[in-house]
């Protein structure tokens, strides 16, 4: 059974760090871009960054960019999602998902494999 288990998220203050990692079982992450998404209450699912199956090519939110990294440890089958500067409005469920391109990931559409979620909170 092909599944994603997301880990890493909990309470953090504003200005705090966080690293969710986003684990494979099942199958193998090594041909698949990889996404995180986020969905606060309220609001609509949004994409937060994409890394490509190499690890080559990364994309980011506006609103994350020079806060956020993205990586990949294919041999450990799990990527990471670094997250620095937390701000109040980081708050959200966030997801990891796989499918095959990059193009794919960084459009948000055709995201065949999904995680339930791990619950950032960015609260003093």
């Known amino acids: 059974q092909l599944q994603l288990v997301e880990s890493g998220g909990g309470l953090v203050q504003p200005g705090g760090s966080l690293r969710l990692s986003c684990a494979a079982s099942g199958f193998t992450l090594d041909y698949y871009a990889i996404g995180w998404f986020r969905q606060a209450p309220g609001k609509e699912r949004e994409g937060v960054s994409c890394?490509?199956?190499?690890?080559?090519?990364?994309n980011y939110a506006d609103s994350v960019k020079g806060r956020f990294t993205i990586s990949r440890d294919n041999a450990k089958n799990t990527v990471y999602l670094q997250m620095n500067s937390l701000k109040p409005e980081d708050t959200a469920v966030y997801y990891c998902?796989?499918?095959?391109?990059?193009?794919?990931?960084?459009?948000?559409?055709?995201?065949?494999?999904w995680g339930k979620g791990t619950l950032v909170t960015v609260s003093s």
């Open positions: 998902a796989a499918t095959l391109g990059f193009s794919r990931c960084v459009s948000g559409s055709g995201m065949p494999y």
């Open positions: 890394i490509s199956s190499s690890g080559g090519s990364t």
